[in-house]
């Protein structure tokens, strides 16, 4: 069986042998909204929540807007345009307008990135930053959750007189959906804050996971952080498995995030009858393969559709390498699954250990394979021993002895899948 898989920018076929029980998962997606433009400016002028974005400008002179960087398929050049015309109509110069990358801890936008985020026009004619979370004295302290986490946000969005985010709400592998307060913390907030809400505590957590909002603590700290931050207005988006704009959520940040949330569980969930025996999954390409670090996402996908003991193999192009610095320092010194979880347990949290901590947890679990060219086997510690250079001998890996009848599901969208398996009768 033939299947083409998001891979880079030009995506990779896989062949898995004709023998193998295969199923391609995908998540089921509202359809792509006929007038984008129109539910904008409904959005826009009728909010969830609040008064209409042109009321909530009135009188103010300064307005941060939060927006995802290249990591991120949000529509930016489409969400930004009929926002900055009411901030115009309202009265707020174009100077009194600063648009922030909600980083978190990635690296600057490029200037070619810059045109693709936001559009040449745009990037051209307002004032754009990156977000730069290692900047200590460029975030100001706003206190501490009763959680004990120091809240330090850039202080370029807390000066503004109005604060706005604009995001893309998809299921997340901590935080249960992104989109909405993620956009504050960890998009804006300082490496001490990231850390803070990356530390085991929260990482372990079970309920922190795709999908789960309600008692989920990570969501419930970055609520009261985005607060703290006078979070004021979301515009989130939905999108297709196309990218292109299903659903428009717009005005205050709990209750537009809510209804967005709400709108992508009951029009995208996939339900399979069994769990699968091995998956192969991707990380959605570019530019959410770009990194090793961004490529955890495919194979927390695919654990939800998974029995317990089996096989995920990911597949990511990684074209950028490992990711950070300090992320490809601790992926080189790997030391397997058990060791690693015992070593950070109790530990000065480090930038980026978190993902590391999160494929230790998964690799208790099932047994993970990669397929991640851009990475050398010789800088992923002891994951390397399962690293492939050949996509080939990969594939041919995951199935080997697998029983008769063995069920191999196909995820070529990774990430952007949503599904769940009935669990077996024992």
Not at 188 to 200: C, D, F, R
Not at 279 to 290: E, F, K, V
Not at 313 to 320: D, I, P, T, V
Not at 331 to 357: C, M, N, T
Request: net charge negative; hydrophobic share 45%; charged share 25%.
């Amino acid at each position: 069986m033939r299947t083409r898989f998001a891979f880079g920018k030009h995506g990779i076929e896989v062949t898995v042998p004709d023998e193998i029980r295969c199923e391609v998962v995908r998540s089921r997606a509202a359809r792509a909204l006929e007038d984008a433009a129109g539910a904008l400016d409904a959005a826009l002028d009728g909010p969830m929540g609040c008064e209409p974005l042109a009321l909530l400008a009135a009188g103010k002179h300064t307005a941060a807007i939060a927006v995802c960087d290249i990591t991120r398929p949000a529509p930016n050049r489409l969400t930004l345009p009929p926002l900055l015309k009411r901030l115009d109509e309202a009265g707020i110069p174009v100077e009194g307008i600063t648009i922030l990358i909600a980083t978190g801890l990635h690296r600057a936008a490029t200037r070619e990135e810059l045109d693709a985020i936001l559009g040449p026009e745009i990037a051209a004619k307002y004032r754009v930053a990156s977000h730069d979370a290692r900047d200590f004295a460029a975030h100001r302290a706003l206190g501490i959750t009763r959680r004990e986490t120091p809240v330090y946000i850039d202080e370029r969005f807390v000066a503004a007189d109005l604060h706005i985010t604009l995001g893309l709400v998809e299921p997340h592998l901590m935080l249960g959906f992104s989109g909405g307060r993620k956009m504050i913390a960890p998009g804006l907030a300082s490496q001490e804050t990231i850390k803070a809400v990356h530390a085991p505590r929260f990482v372990r957590e079970p309920l922190a996971a795709e999908g789960s909002i309600a008692d989920n603590p990570v969501h419930d700290e970055l609520v009261k952080i985005a607060a703290m931050a006078r979070h004021d207005f979301i515009l989130d988006v939905t999108l297709t498995r196309e990218r292109k704009i299903s659903g428009v959520f717009a005005g205050h940040p709990l209750k537009a995030h809510a209804a967005a949330v709400e709108f992508y569980e009951r029009t995208s969930l996939t339900w399979l009858d069994e769990p699968a025996d091995a998956a192969i999954a991707c990380a959605a390409g570019y530019p959410l393969d770009l990194t090793f670090y961004q490529c955890l996402k495919g194979l927390s996908a695919a654990q939800h559709i998974v029995k317990p003991g089996g096989r995920i193999l990911l597949l990511g192009e990684c074209a950028e390498g490992a990711g950070s610095a300090e992320y490809a320092r601790q992926l080189k010194s790997y030391p397997g699954h058990a060791r690693f979880l015992e070593s950070v347990r109790d530990a000065e949290v480090k930038i980026d250990q978190w993902q590391l901590e999160q494929i230790a947890l998964l690799g208790l679990r099932y047994e993970l394979q990669f397929y991640t060219p851009g990475v050398a086997k010789d800088g992923m510690g002891s994951l390397g021993a399962m690293a492939f250079g050949d996509l080939d001998e990969a594939v041919a890996a995951l199935v080997e002895g697998l029983a008769p009848g063995a069920r191999v599901a196909l995820l070529p969208d990774g990430p952007y899948t949503y599904a769940r398996a009935i669990p077996a009768l024992a």
